[in-house]
Protein backbone atom coordinates (compact mmCIF):
# COMPACT_ATOMS: atom_id res chain seq x y z
CA UNK A 1 0.00 0.00 0.00
CA UNK A 2 0.78 3.49 0.07
CA UNK A 3 3.73 4.77 2.29
CA UNK A 4 3.76 7.97 3.63
CA UNK A 5 4.28 10.93 1.05
CA UNK A 6 6.36 14.21 1.58
CA UNK A 7 6.05 17.16 -1.23
CA UNK A 8 8.55 18.35 -2.27
CA UNK A 9 11.40 16.25 -2.38
CA UNK A 10 13.52 19.61 -2.65
CA UNK A 11 12.70 23.06 -1.98
CA UNK A 12 15.19 25.90 -2.54
CA UNK A 13 14.18 29.08 -1.55
CA UNK A 14 15.89 32.45 -0.35
CA UNK A 15 16.44 33.43 3.26
CA UNK A 16 13.89 35.46 4.97
CA UNK A 17 11.23 33.60 2.23
CA UNK A 18 8.55 31.91 4.31
CA UNK A 19 8.18 27.70 3.09
CA UNK A 20 5.40 25.06 3.65
CA UNK A 21 6.38 21.55 3.26
CA UNK A 22 3.69 18.66 3.17
CA UNK A 23 2.81 15.06 4.94
CA UNK A 24 0.22 12.62 3.75
CA UNK A 25 0.91 10.06 6.51
CA UNK A 26 -0.38 6.34 5.53
CA UNK A 27 -4.45 6.24 6.02
CA UNK A 28 -5.45 5.43 9.29
CA UNK A 29 -2.90 6.35 11.28
CA UNK A 30 -3.60 8.54 14.22
CA UNK A 31 0.26 9.91 15.09
CA UNK A 32 2.22 12.18 12.92
CA UNK A 33 5.68 12.97 13.40
CA UNK A 34 7.66 15.67 11.84
CA UNK A 35 11.48 15.66 12.81
CA UNK A 36 14.90 17.66 11.08
CA UNK A 37 17.81 16.16 9.87
CA UNK A 38 20.66 18.51 9.23
CA UNK A 39 23.78 17.08 6.95
CA UNK A 40 25.94 14.04 8.41
CA UNK A 41 23.38 14.68 11.34
CA UNK A 42 21.00 12.89 13.34
CA UNK A 43 16.88 13.12 13.57
CA UNK A 44 15.71 15.94 15.89
CA UNK A 45 11.60 15.59 16.76
CA UNK A 46 9.96 19.12 15.84
CA UNK A 47 6.60 18.23 16.49
CA UNK A 48 4.62 15.74 17.36
CA UNK A 49 0.13 14.96 16.68
CA UNK A 50 -1.81 12.17 18.22
CA UNK A 51 -5.87 12.24 17.33
CA UNK A 52 -7.39 15.10 18.53
CA UNK A 53 -5.43 15.68 21.56
CA UNK A 54 -3.13 18.83 21.37
CA UNK A 55 -0.11 18.44 19.62
CA UNK A 56 3.65 18.32 21.81
CA UNK A 57 5.63 20.77 20.34
CA UNK A 58 8.32 20.65 22.25
CA UNK A 59 11.15 19.97 19.56
CA UNK A 60 10.12 23.11 17.27
CA UNK A 61 13.32 25.15 17.82
CA UNK A 62 11.94 28.77 17.39
CA UNK A 63 8.22 30.72 17.42
CA UNK A 64 9.13 31.14 13.41
CA UNK A 65 8.29 26.64 13.11
CA UNK A 66 4.85 26.01 13.25
CA UNK A 67 2.96 22.90 12.09
CA UNK A 68 -1.02 22.26 11.45
CA UNK A 69 -2.60 18.59 11.05
CA UNK A 70 -6.13 18.41 10.12
CA UNK A 71 -7.91 15.25 11.63
CA UNK A 72 -6.09 12.52 10.56
CA UNK A 73 -4.82 13.40 7.58
CA UNK A 74 -2.69 15.61 5.97
CA UNK A 75 0.35 17.74 7.89
CA UNK A 76 1.80 21.13 6.39
CA UNK A 77 5.40 22.29 8.21
CA UNK A 78 5.67 25.88 7.98
CA UNK A 79 8.98 28.46 8.59
CA UNK A 80 8.59 31.81 8.43
CA UNK A 81 11.44 34.16 7.65
CA UNK A 82 13.90 31.06 6.73
CA UNK A 83 17.40 31.41 7.81
CA UNK A 84 20.86 29.46 6.86
CA UNK A 85 20.74 27.50 9.36
CA UNK A 86 17.03 25.63 8.72
CA UNK A 87 18.78 23.78 5.72
CA UNK A 88 18.13 20.44 6.03
CA UNK A 89 15.97 17.62 5.28
CA UNK A 90 12.46 17.35 7.34
CA UNK A 91 10.81 13.74 7.83
CA UNK A 92 7.48 13.05 8.67
CA UNK A 93 6.84 9.98 10.14
CA UNK A 94 3.21 8.22 10.87
CA UNK A 95 2.19 5.26 13.24
CA UNK A 96 -1.11 3.40 14.65
CA UNK A 97 -1.90 4.58 17.99
CA UNK A 98 0.01 2.54 20.16
CA UNK A 99 2.98 3.00 21.70
CA UNK A 100 4.04 0.12 19.87
CA UNK A 101 3.82 0.51 16.63
CA UNK A 102 6.60 1.42 14.13
CA UNK A 103 7.36 4.90 12.75
CA UNK A 104 6.70 4.78 8.89
CA UNK A 105 8.74 8.09 7.39
CA UNK A 106 8.33 9.15 4.31
CA UNK A 107 11.47 10.08 2.55
CA UNK A 108 11.76 13.82 3.33
CA UNK A 109 11.94 17.59 2.01
CA UNK A 110 15.18 18.53 1.44
CA UNK A 111 15.30 22.35 2.03
CA UNK A 112 17.90 24.80 1.08
CA UNK A 113 18.32 28.26 2.00
CA UNK A 114 19.98 30.71 -0.13
CA UNK B 1 14.22 7.92 28.11
CA UNK B 2 17.30 5.46 28.73
CA UNK B 3 20.33 5.78 26.88
CA UNK B 4 22.06 3.80 24.56
CA UNK B 5 25.76 3.07 23.32
CA UNK B 6 26.23 1.90 19.74
CA UNK B 7 29.85 1.90 18.18
CA UNK B 8 30.13 5.05 15.62
CA UNK B 9 30.90 2.66 12.62
CA UNK B 10 31.23 -0.85 11.76
CA UNK B 11 32.48 -2.88 8.25
CA UNK B 12 31.31 -6.25 6.97
CA UNK B 13 32.34 -8.17 3.71
CA UNK B 14 28.79 -8.74 1.62
CA UNK B 15 27.03 -12.65 2.22
CA UNK B 16 28.59 -12.63 5.41
CA UNK B 17 26.72 -11.90 8.87
CA UNK B 18 26.88 -8.79 10.72
CA UNK B 19 26.53 -8.32 14.50
CA UNK B 20 25.27 -4.91 15.33
CA UNK B 21 25.91 -4.46 19.33
CA UNK B 22 23.78 -1.68 21.40
CA UNK B 23 24.40 -1.25 25.24
CA UNK B 24 21.66 0.27 27.35
CA UNK B 25 22.43 -0.58 30.75
CA UNK B 26 20.18 1.60 32.25
CA UNK B 27 17.12 0.54 30.40
CA UNK B 28 14.11 0.21 32.50
CA UNK B 29 11.71 -3.16 32.98
CA UNK B 30 9.12 -2.12 30.55
CA UNK B 31 11.41 -0.68 27.75
CA UNK B 32 11.19 -1.91 24.34
CA UNK B 33 14.40 -2.38 22.39
CA UNK B 34 13.60 -0.88 19.05
CA UNK B 35 15.70 -1.03 15.55
CA UNK B 36 15.69 1.14 12.42
CA UNK B 37 17.50 1.79 9.83
CA UNK B 38 18.44 4.80 7.26
CA UNK B 39 19.39 4.17 3.88
CA UNK B 40 21.25 7.10 1.92
CA UNK B 41 18.46 9.40 0.88
CA UNK B 42 16.10 7.79 2.41
CA UNK B 43 13.75 8.20 5.64
CA UNK B 44 14.86 5.99 8.25
CA UNK B 45 12.58 2.34 8.02
CA UNK B 46 11.49 -0.25 11.00
CA UNK B 47 13.67 -3.27 11.36
CA UNK B 48 12.59 -5.12 14.76
CA UNK B 49 11.60 -4.83 18.18
CA UNK B 50 11.79 -6.83 21.55
CA UNK B 51 11.18 -6.81 25.34
CA UNK B 52 12.88 -9.98 26.87
CA UNK B 53 13.09 -12.65 24.07
CA UNK B 54 14.92 -12.94 21.13
CA UNK B 55 13.00 -11.64 17.83
CA UNK B 56 13.13 -13.06 14.30
CA UNK B 57 11.47 -11.55 11.22
CA UNK B 58 12.28 -10.93 7.65
CA UNK B 59 14.92 -8.56 8.22
CA UNK B 60 17.10 -9.80 10.66
CA UNK B 61 16.92 -11.08 14.40
CA UNK B 62 17.20 -9.36 17.75
CA UNK B 63 19.37 -11.27 20.55
CA UNK B 64 18.81 -9.55 24.23
CA UNK B 65 21.29 -9.95 26.87
CA UNK B 66 19.59 -11.92 29.84
CA UNK B 67 19.89 -8.71 32.17
CA UNK B 68 18.93 -6.74 29.05
CA UNK B 69 21.65 -4.14 29.79
CA UNK B 70 22.81 -4.91 25.92
CA UNK B 71 21.46 -6.36 22.56
CA UNK B 72 22.49 -7.31 19.20
CA UNK B 73 21.16 -6.91 16.05
CA UNK B 74 21.73 -9.74 13.46
CA UNK B 75 21.96 -9.59 9.64
CA UNK B 76 22.50 -13.01 8.52
CA UNK B 77 24.05 -12.57 5.23
CA UNK B 78 24.64 -8.82 4.30
CA UNK B 79 24.14 -7.34 1.14
CA UNK B 80 25.16 -4.26 -0.58
CA UNK B 81 21.36 -2.95 0.22
CA UNK B 82 21.94 -3.52 4.11
CA UNK B 83 24.45 -0.29 3.78
CA UNK B 84 22.72 1.84 6.60
CA UNK B 85 22.91 3.59 9.47
CA UNK B 86 21.31 1.33 12.27
CA UNK B 87 19.57 3.31 15.05
CA UNK B 88 19.13 1.01 18.57
CA UNK B 89 16.52 2.88 20.52
CA UNK B 90 13.75 2.27 23.83
CA UNK B 91 10.91 3.10 24.12
CA UNK B 92 8.83 2.76 27.20
CA UNK B 93 4.94 1.37 26.24
CA UNK B 94 3.97 3.22 29.49
CA UNK B 95 4.73 6.61 28.04
CA UNK B 96 2.29 6.84 25.11
CA UNK B 97 3.07 7.61 22.03
CA UNK B 98 5.85 9.98 22.51
CA UNK B 99 8.23 10.70 19.82
CA UNK B 100 11.53 8.06 19.42
CA UNK B 101 14.71 9.54 20.53
CA UNK B 102 17.41 8.99 17.76
CA UNK B 103 20.96 9.03 18.75
CA UNK B 104 24.03 8.96 16.35
CA UNK B 105 23.60 5.29 15.06
CA UNK B 106 26.33 2.56 13.76
CA UNK B 107 27.23 3.44 10.11
CA UNK B 108 27.06 0.17 8.69
CA UNK B 109 29.57 -0.41 5.22
CA UNK B 110 29.47 -3.37 3.19
CA UNK B 111 32.04 -4.38 0.99
CA UNK B 112 31.62 -6.40 -2.58
Known amino acids: GAGVSQSPSNKVTEKGKDVELRCDPI?????LYWYRQRLGQGLEFLIY????????KSGLPSDRFSAERTGESVSTLTIQRTQQEDSAVYLC????????????FGNGTRLTVT | DAKTTQPNSMESNEEEPVHLPCNHS???????IHWYRQLPSQGPEYVIH???SNVNNRMASLAIAEDRKSSTLILHRATLRDAAVYYC?????????????FGKGTRLSVIA
Open chain 2, 26 to 32: TISGTDY
Open chain 1, 93 to 104: ASSLGTSRSPLH
Open chain 1, 27 to 31: SGHTA
Open chain 2, 50 to 52: GLT
Open chain 1, 49 to 56: FQGNSAPD
Open chain 2, 89 to 101: ILRDPNSGNTPLV
